[in-house]
């Protein structure tokens, strides 16, 4: 599409959002969130999709909101409009990867947050600037970053709007792997190849175990899981004796 603010290519069971207004380093409109709400829906239905990753154009993954729209008076069609977008990115059932370069700063960290896995390259810059601005966060960073790196690393990130480099971020938990410049695109590659040759029924059933059991106890969780799982995958046969093949 000429103009828009979120590319998409499908190939091989991967769909790439890539976030595209570079020369803004990607700071996000409400038009963005449009596109990428259109496209999440779409992701989210396809049984030929079974990975999606999220990415920057140009020098960055996203700066975060952008401040002029802000200050432009910019506003979505109806209330917490950004935060859904994030919210139905969060759930597809596909396994989400944010791959992260350069900066990812404020809603651009909050979007990033919605994966379920962040890689990170070197060059990778994170930070959450609410209290910079004076801004209260209402897309989900006071509830997603404890969540992935602990109420304490998250107290100091949002009290003092410091910047997080790829390399710790990766020490604290926030990113799951930080790869070199120069090897972060064939590190995405291999990450992404692993889970689209493990089962995508059993990818889908065991994010959706995940979500469903995130904050119960312990007992409820497994009561959970052994009454509420989806069961076998149609290729679970085939798999297996694929398997059993090799070792005869």
């Not at 896995?117 to 209402?138: E, M, N, Q, S, Y």
Request: include cysteine.
């Amino acid at each position: 599409m000429i103009g828009a603010t979120v590319l998409r290519n499908d190939r091989d069971g991967l769909a790439t959002l890539v976030l595209n207004r570079p020369g803004k380093l990607n700071a996000l409109n409400v038009r963005m969130f449009e596109e990428l709400a259109d496209h999440i829906d779409e992701i989210g239905a396809s049984a030929s999709i079974g990975c999606v990753v999220v990415r920057g154009a140009g020098r960055g993954f996203s700066a975060g909101h952008d401040l002029n729209a802000i200050a432009g008076g910019e506003a979505a069609s109806h209330r917490n409009f950004e935060g859904k977008v994030i919210e139905s990115l969060a759930n597809v059932p596909q396994p989400v990867i944010c791959a992260v370069h350069g900066a990812c700063y404020t809603g651009g960290l909050e979007l990033a947050l919605a994966g379920d896995i962040i890689l990170a390259a070197t060059t990778a810059r994170f930070a959450d600037t609410h209290a910079k601005w004076g801004l209260a966060p209402v897309w989900g960073m006071s509830q997603r970053l404890p969540r992935r790196i602990g109420e304490a690393k998250a107290r100091e990130m949002m009290f003092t709007c410091r910047v997080v480099p790829g390399a710790e971020a990766e020490r604290i938990g926030l990113a799951n792997a930080c790869f070199q410049d120069d090897e972060f695109d064939d590190g995405v590659e291999k990450f992404v190849s692993a889970i689209l040759e493990n089962s995508w029924f059993s990818n889908a059933a065991n994010k959706r175990l995940l979500l469903e059991t995130n904050g119960l106890p312990l007992a409820a969780g497994l009561a959970h899981e052994t009454y509420r799982n989806e069961g076998f995958a149609p290729d679970m046969q085939d798999r297996i004796a694929k398997f059993a093949a090799r070792k005869s």
